[in-house]
């Protein structure tokens, strides 16, 4: 298994590789059309979906490498009393 610094180098590749297919789209390369056919390539609100999750995953990897605690689901059940 991956050390936790090994999988935060990992996600910020893999975070490069989507702001560079951002870029990518937002120039104008996200469809073309050669004679009769067609390229489309990913959507862009599936590649910042992503960039979002990436980054939020790697600040809490980042914070639990620097000793700070997960954060903790609550449930709230209301009563009637």
Do not use: H, W
């Amino acid at each position: 298994m991956a050390t936790r610094a090994e999988r935060i180098a990992k996600k910020k590749e893999r975070l490069d590789m989507y702001y560079a297919a951002e870029e990518s789209i937002l120039g104008g390369a996200q469809s073309y059309t050669l004679g009769t056919r067609s390229l489309t390539r990913a959507n862009l609100s599936d590649i910042r979906a992503m960039i979002n999750a990436l980054e939020s995953e790697i600040s809490e990897l980042e914070g639990l490498e620097a000793g700070k605690k997960p954060r903790k689901a609550v449930a709230v059940i209301p009563r009637d009393f």
